[in-house]
């Protein structure tokens, strides 16, 4: 077990096998200068750096429509977590807390959300600021932020 998978000190993990009844199909992957988990930051912020969210086939086609708006929502799977903690004791926090009262990647199921500033799509590939995990996470989901939408212009 690496260090970042050890239990420390107040943490409650549970041994119970987690329910397997449903299914996420990965549509794609995300890339971010990031390798580590360790190394990403803990929050995305929108002047951070330039990542790439690549689509495979067939969900590029689905990409239509994306460059009118200004910000959109990511959906990942943080598959370098564990999945078992039902309290952490955050490094930066004072005392232990439950789960589902932290951002932390450590969730039964581990599912990543960032919404990110669009800086431009190429093809297949969308330029974000904004994200906030490893290079290689897979990508689960799209959706646009309906809040920041540019209708295109007449004649585009």
Not at 46 to 63: F, H, K, N
Not at 116 to 139: Q, Y
Request: hydrophobic residues 35%; charged residues 25%.
């Amino acid at each position: 077990m690496s260090d970042r998978q050890a239990i420390r000190p107040h943490e409650i993990a549970t041994d119970a096998p987690l329910p397997r009844d449903a299914s996420i199909a990965f549509i794609g992957v995300i890339r971010t200068p990031w390798t580590r988990r360790e190394d990403c930051p803990h929050q995305g912020k929108p002047d951070g750096p330039e990542c790439v969210i690549e689509l495979t086939p067939p969900w590029d086609r689905a990409l239509d429509g994306i460059e009118g708006f200004d910000t959109i929502e990511v959906f990942y799977w943080l598959h370098l977590s564990r999945r078992d903690l039902l309290v952490q004791n955050p490094r930066h926090a004072n005392a232990p807390r439950g789960t589902f009262s932290l951002r932390s990647p450590i969730r039964p199921n581990p599912i990543g959300a960032s919404t990110v500033r669009l800086v431009r799509r190429d093809g297949p590939r969308l330029v974000v600021r904004g994200l906030e995990c490893v290079d290689g996470t897979p990508l689960i989901d799209l959706k646009p932020d309906h809040c920041h939408y540019t209708p295109p212009k007449a004649g585009d």
